[in-house]
């Protein structure tokens, strides 16, 4: 019986992607029932575990189980479980706002999308219980939670509003009643009150469910013969039926099933609508016994960066589900996996806290993260754009690992890709960078920065270039921080172009060392003049030989942060000093030429070249994409170097 009826308004972000699904863009409409039932499941998962928590909860967990009840007079579809249920505050919560992160992305996205292409993005964010509104234009879910007495009644038309109603004579657990659009006249197959329909749908998508899906089937069952031989009426009998299999795929070997199946079953365990791009099966024997059943996806999902992101994997034990975020067994740089892991030997009862310091738990994660490696290295190896698919969505976060994971940092190396000089647009690894080394080149260089385009304006590239050496040009920020943690790749160095001191030319006969020092000798006295002028910007002002256009560059020595790491401590709120680097010249550089030219050694006034020193400092600065610590001041000097000139 309904008491207080109240109307509420949808949260602003769940108008909108319910309006989006009223006026339903996505082609796949069967999803809404495989959303229902994988809600319906994860409820009864939910009940489960309360009663074994809960010995006092008042909740009937013997007959655990999901029904689908059709009724094609009225044309509604019932979806109810005796699950968990919720209160009248978690339907608000949950039923009546979008918590899901990322929906604000997705709203922005749509707005500018293509309304054509909306469908991609839909399947892409996933829309679980609201898609109900791509097949009913009328809701009603009545609920009541495990151990509660009174119920709740929530029932919406899409349309922005939804009414609350208590209910006093709930059962326990959550019936969803959808009162169904008119069947599409061109497609019959689309009639969700039919129970060959759905018998075909629960087959298709949620087959792998472990709890019973039923349905009330009338049979017409022959009557007895009677005693006189006359042939009796047959009589109409209602049975229950079991629509699903209940199998649990990560216990199947892999040629028993289907792409398909694998699939539904990847999008019911992440709540994702996008095909996996990889499916890993494992199956361990010995001293521990465990099944693994893990998905790399295909698209990135919407809070792949956010810190509250919870990991992908399901535990279970000997079929029964355990948790759903079982963080123990997948370390944070590859959050983005989802699957199943079911360990024979585990309590039933296991806690997290128990999972923190198994050893099973420990020795099964290593084992999983080894064979995700291998599989991303497959995908390199057999499958380029399905890799390259990957490194798109997955790569930063794979690269996490380099530096956390130092017993696979070389084997994530070995699967990653990187922009380099050698190709526009395509990254390579670095097998392939070796096999392209110089003959006399014993280390592989790199240079981070902001973006390609701001390592490739750089001055440090310039002999690298002119000699035809290839850079790789590091552009995340996950980069800045690897590259420092001194990895090599096949005994070969991680050298950092812009850090220390570069000699190209090594052994090279060609080299005129006579001249070499006499250079030096000429430009000694200028260059401690400029060491001391700029005092409060560098160490040391010296030669380059890794400039052959450019007048200045500014290096690092080999441990110092490069400013790009600088920058990210500060905006990670970690104060660090700003590191003094090394100013280098280039001897060749007219600029370059003509100060020196003009500095008289025997003198001890060079107050005239003073503005010329910082105008060279600061051209290093701004040519490498960093940010100068007073451009007024470096305005007002190119300002009255250019009035000189001009007068
Ligand atoms: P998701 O399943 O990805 O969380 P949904 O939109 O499908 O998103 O569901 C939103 C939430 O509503 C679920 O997380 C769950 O807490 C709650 N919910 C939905 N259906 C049920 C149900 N049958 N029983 C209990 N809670 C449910
Ligand atoms: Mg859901």
């Known amino acids: 019986m309904a008491l207080t009826s109240q109307v509420f308004e949808f949260q602003a972000q769940a108008r909108q992607l319910l309006d989006l699904m009223v006026h339903s863009i996505y082609s796949n409409k069967d999803s809404f029932l495989r959303e229902l039932i994988s809600n319906a499941s994860d409820a009864v998962d939910k009940l489960r575990l309360e009663g074994l928590r809960d010995k006092d909860l008042d909740a009937d967990i013997s007959d655990l189980h999901i029904r689908l009840t059709p009724d094609s007079e009225a044309r509604t579809l019932t979806v109810s479980d ?4 919720m209160t009248r505050d978690e339907v608000i919560e949950l039923i009546g706002t979008v918590a899901k992160s990322g929906t604000d992305e997705l709203r922005q996205k749509l707005a500018e999308k293509d ?5 991609d993005l839909i399947g892409q964010f996933g829309i679980g ?35 609350l109603d208590e209910v006093a004579d709930a059962p326990q657990g959550t019936a969803i009643t959808l009162s169904l659009k008119p069947v599409d006249e061109d497609d019959a197959v689309n009639d969700y009150a039919d129970q060959n329909v759905l018998r075909r749908l629960v087959k298709k998508y949620s087959d792998f469910i472990s709890w019973p899906i039923r349905m009330t089937v009338v049979k017409s069952v022959p009557g007895e013969p009677g005693e006189d031989g006359e042939t009796p009426e047959p009589t109409v009998e209602e049975a229950d039926e079991t629509l699903n299999s209940q199998k649990a795929l990560w216990a199947k070997s892999s040629s028993e099933v289907s792409k398909e199946e694998y699939a539904e079953f990847y999008r019911h365990i992440s709540h994702a609508w996008d095909e996996p791009l990889e499916t890993i099966t494992l199956h361990a024997e010995g001293t521990f016994e465990y099944q693994a059943l893990l998905f790399i996806p295909t698209q990135a999902p919407f809070d792949l960066f956010m810190r509250e992101r919870s990991t992908g994997i399901h535990l279970y034990v000997k079929r029964v589900f355990i948790m ?30 128990i999972l923190q310091q198994d050893r099973q738990i420990r020795a099964i994660r290593r084992r999983l993260v080894k064979k995700v490696i291998s599989s991303v290295q497959e995908l390199q190896d057999r499958r380029p754009e399905d890799y390259q698919t990957f490194w798109a969505n997955f790569g930063r976060v794979f ?8 017993d696979n940092a070389k084997a994530i190396l070995k699967a ?3 922009a380099s000089t050698a190709s526009e647009t395509e990254p390579t690894t670095l097998v392939d960078y070796i096999s392209r080394m110089k003959a006399d080149q014993d280390v592989i260089y790199y240079m981070t920065g902001e973006s390609r385009t701001q390592i490739e304006r750089s001055p440090h590239l310039e002999a690298f270039r002119a000699k035809g050496i290839e850079v790789l040009l590091l552009s995340d920020p996950v980069d800045e921080v690897w590259v420092s943690s001194g990895l090599d790749f096949e005994d070969k160095q991680l050298v950092s172009i812009a850090k220390g001191v570069v000699d190209l030319d090594g052994d090279d006969a060609d080299v005129d060392e006579e001249a070499k020092t006499k250079q030096q000798e000429q430009f000694a006295p200028l260059l401690t003049w400029m060491g001391e002028t700029l005092t409060d910007e560098v160490t040391e002002v010296r030669l380059s030989s890794r400039l052959t256009e450019s007048a200045a560059c500014l290096v690092g020595d080999a441990f110092s942060m490069t400013p790009q790491l600088e920058k990210l401590y500060r905006a990670s709120g970690q104060p660090v000093p700003h590191s003094k680097r090394i100013l280098e010249l280039n001897p060749d550089n007219a600029l370059v030429t003509a100060l020196v030219g003009k500095f008289d050694a025997e003198s001890d006034d060079h107050a005239d070249l003073e503005s010329t020193a910082k105008l060279v400092y600061a051209s290093a600065v701004l040519a490498e994409g960093g940010d100068l610590e007073d451009p007024a001041e470096v305005a007002k000097l190119l300002a009255d170097a250019l009035t000189k000139n001009l007068g």
Not at 324 to 353: H, I, K, T, W
């Open 324 to 353: 759903d975020d079982a963080a123990e067994l997948m370390p944070e740089y590859l959050r983005f996996v989802q699957g199943v892991v079911d360990a024979a030997d585990l309590s039933l009862n296991v806690s997290r806290e």
């Open 82 to 85: 005796n699950g968990i249920g």
């Open 416 to 418: 990653s890709v990187f």
């Open 115 to 119: 309304p054509a292409d909306a469908g």
């Open 399 to 406: 690269k996490e690992g380099l530096i956390n994971d130092h």
């Open 129 to 163: 219980f609201y898609s109900v509104f791509m097949v009913a234009d009328r809701v009603e879910l009545v609920t009541r939670k495990a151990g509660e007495t009174v119920g709740t009644r929530w029932e919406s038309t899409g349309d922005g509003t939804y009414t």
